[in-house]
């Protein structure tokens, strides 16, 4: 398995059980790509589990409350969040502090066509830009306020006491959003409220691709997949890294030394494939809504965002609904 979120927390959760794990990582050093990560509930879970939350959240922030509003500044849902609904933010680098093989090396993982397993990657034709930028008065402090305009996305976050979690995303062929010298610019004037938080923003690391990975099946034999090799998705519900997280640690928690590892196997997949299969699912739908939405029906588009707010089932993906796990 290789040193992404996926991977550590499968590795952690095993060796917790017993297991003697060997992590193999190609690179030299452990991976910060996106900057941040949004944990919610399921995320939280699995950090509990692996008896790390508090360690981990200690320099994050909490969000209280978070809200998304259209091109002209309207309402389209909010909401207050709970301990039945937990919401950190946190840096990437505060979650890395033999006879089974994990594969936990990305989409364009090796062991997964090496296993046999068939996939379908799929390009969701969306950018996604993340980072990280020292925090300001007027930044937001416990909430997670986004923003839509067109195709254009825009979110911000606190993440801990000395900086804020950017990120954006447009389309692939909106070169004027992502082209220097004018890309300040062009962010600012779809998003004017915005615009000291924009003027912080350098754009100059590359934006990256967001793909999807839809596995067949997440196993073969006693290769297993986990993480984006398994089901990488749109990160715009956030939950790619707290779904990839609980399904290691549910892995360890299946895969009790003293059981049978085939049984183990077939019921953990089982018990995580409904939910990963919905967020997908809802992930897939929001990138289709914010890039293939006609321009002159936005309107139409935020009345549907604000029905969809008052979906439960709706919530409840987004709030990170998951097969429960054991804590200790």
Do not use: K
């Amino acid at each position: 398995m290789g040193a992404g979120i996926a991977g550590l927390a499968t590795a952690a959760a095993l060796a917790q059980r017993g297991w003697t794990v060997t992590v193999h990582e190609r690179s030299v050093e452990l991976r910060e790509l996106g900057a941040g990560i949004s944990l919610r509930e399921n995320g939280v879970r699995a950090l509990e589990a692996l008896g790390i939350l508090d360690e981990t959240v200690a320099r994050g922030e909490r969000i209280l409350d978070w809200e998304l509003r259209d091109e002209r500044q309207r309402l389209l849902s909010s909401g207050a969040l709970d301990d039945h609904a937990r919401f950190f933010t946190v840096t990437r680098p505060a979650l890395h502090a033999a006879d089974l093989v994990v594969g936990a090396d990305g989409i364009w993982s090796t062991v997964r066509p090496a296993a046999g397993i068939e996939s379908r990657v799929r390009d969701l034709e969306y950018l996604s830009y993340r980072t990280l930028l020292p925090r300001v008065p007027g930044d937001p402090v416990g909430s997670f306020p986004g923003y839509w305009s067109a195709s254009r996305r825009i979110a911000i976050a606190g993440c801990g006491p000395d900086r804020v979690y950017v990120f954006l995303f447009c389309r692939p062929d909106d070169h004027a959003a992502r082209e220097l010298p004018g890309a300040h610019a062009e962010w600012q004037r779809a998003f004017p409220r915005q615009a000291s938080v924009l003027a912080r923003v350098s754009f100059d690391q590359p934006w990256r691709a967001i793909h999807e990975v839809r596995c067949d099946r997440w196993r073969a034999g006693r290769v297993v997949l986990v993480g984006d090799a398994a089901h990488a998705m749109a990160p715009t519900l956030g939950q790619a890294a707290c779904i990839a997280m609980h399904c290691g640690v549910a892995l360890a928690q299946a895969l009790e030394p003293s059981g049978d590892p085939d049984t183990a196997l077939a019921a953990w997949e089982a018990a995580q494939r409904p939910m990963v299969d919905a967020t997908q699912r809802y992930g897939r739908a929001y990138v289709r809504m914010m890039t293939r939405w006609p321009h002159r029906l936005l309107s139409a588009r935020s009345a549907v965002a604000w029905a969809l707010s008052r979906s439960a089932p709706v919530q409840r993906r987004l709030a990170g609904s998951a097969p429960p796990l054991r804590v200790g």
